[in-house]
């Protein structure tokens, strides 16, 4: 009898825009976000074992060689703690083709589809609502990630509320090869900060997250990440360059940005030039999903 696979998908997370509104007393600070997500991710793997064990393939696998406990292996042991299967085992295989610390949620991202693999795996059928909640004890991002679809996030990004795209939107995601940690780029926005306010109207909210009102708002932590990055000036200004573009904007903290286009045409075409211009450069034609 062949051994079931469930095979997940991990798919790369975007902030749309990003405001820090606030931070607790705890350190953590308070956000605004819409989070969204595209075609291009990696993949999690999940097959009957006797033993829970990961394996990690893919172009990126070695920059996560050296980590001794990966995200996905402990939101596995989290899941079996709250299923009450003590060690349940799994043979787990993630394909790393996201970089690492690049500002598109990855390792959240590779958690929750762990999470939902394994649901599935071990006959759970628990709804996502509850994978989210074992999730984010484990990380703020990976509640919307577990969901993969468009979500507006406030407080720590954690609560969350559906708020659809108008439309799929054709993106190119660049980034320049330089990882970026999350918590740097967080502390040299608090140096430069003075204080904080909520800017988006409680009841005000649109139906849809359209383009137009996307681009109204903003990635706060944009300046901080460049006086971590000073390369993050290039990548906006090859972006900006592009025939067709109408967004440009930092994916979450950096060091990854990403343009919206009018047409698959015009992202590919520009896909091809920034790669062509910038080989070291990571590339990647993809979609950003509206439900």
Same mark, same amino acid.
């Given at each position: ?63 996560? *060689?050296?980590? &001794?406990?990966?995200? !996905?292996?402990?939101? #596995?042991?989290? +899941?079996?703690? =709250? @299923? ?122 649109? *139906?849809?997250? &359209?383009?137009?009102? !996307?681009?109204?708002? #903003?990635?706060? +932590?944009?300046? =901080? @990440? ?66």
């Amino acid at each position: 009898m062949q051994l079931q696979t469930i095979t997940e998908p991990a798919p790369a997370k975007l902030n749309l825009f990003l405001h820090v509104v606030g931070r607790r007393e705890d350190g953590y600070h308070l956000l605004e976000t819409v989070f969204a997500f595209t075609e291009a991710g990696d993949t999690l793997e999940a097959s009957p074992a006797g033993t829970l064990s990961l394996a990690i393939e893919g172009p990126y696998a070695g920059a996560l *060689a050296a980590e &001794s406990d990966n995200l !996905v292996l402990r939101a #596995a042991r989290a +899941l079996a703690g =709250a @299923a009450g299967l003590g060690a349940a085992g799994a043979r787990l295989v993630l394909r790393k083709a996201l970089p690492v610390a690049a500002g598109l949620g990855g390792g959240s991202a590779d958690a929750a589809a762990t999470l939902r693999a394994l649901n599935r795996l071990w006959d759970l059928n628990w709804p996502l609502d509850r994978l989210a909640a074992i999730g984010g004890a484990l990380g703020a991002d990976i509640p919307a990630c577990v969901y993969s679809r468009p979500m507006l996030g406030q407080g720590i990004g954690t609560d969350l509320s559906p708020l659809p795209l108008s439309e799929s939107l054709p993106v190119v995601l660049v980034n320049p090869g330089v990882p970026l940690v999350t918590a740097h780029v967080f502390r040299a926005f608090a140096e430069r900060r003075q204080g904080f306010s909520p800017r988006l109207a409680a009841g005000s909210l649109p *139906a849809h997250a &359209s383009l137009d009102w !996307v681009s109204g708002l #903003a990635n706060d +932590l944009e300046a =901080a @990440a460049r006086a971590c990055c000073p390369l993050l000036d290039a990548v906006e200004s090859a972006l900006r360059r592009q025939e067709g573009v109408r967004l440009v904007r930092m994916a979450g903290s950096g060091p990854t940005w990403f343009a919206v286009f009018g047409d698959g045409a015009q992202t590919q075409k520009a896909a091809d030039r920034l790669q062509e211009e910038h080989p070291a450069w990571w590339v990647a034609r993809s979609t950003v999903l509206c439900g």
